[in-house]
């Protein structure tokens, strides 16, 4: 099924803070089933789909989740730099 010429993918992405790929995918399949619940022979799914479709489906990563992992990310960066700093060259001849 076709994207409708109204959908700006550009606009949508921006809806979908949170969403992970598999959200997204949910995101497009409930979209689709919204164009076919409303006309069997739908060929296209619209902007109005996709926006019902985002009221279903919910993001998997709230913001506690995303600070967590940005917190590992902080943590596990720095501790790889200090592991780097405190290696010494080792030579193997």
Known sequence: MKIAADVDISKLSKKMQGY?????????????????????????????????????????VDKEVEEMYQNLETYFSSARAKQIKDEKESYFG
Do not use: N, P, W
Not at 28 to 35: H, L, P, Q, T
Not at 47 to 54: M, S
């Open 20 to 60: 992970v790929g598999a959200d997204i995918e949910g995101v497009c399949r409930e979209a689709a089933m919204i164009a076919l619940r409303e006309d069997i022979d739908a060929k296209e799914v619209k902007i109005e789909h996709f926006q019902k479709a985002l009221d279903v489906v919910k993001a998997s």
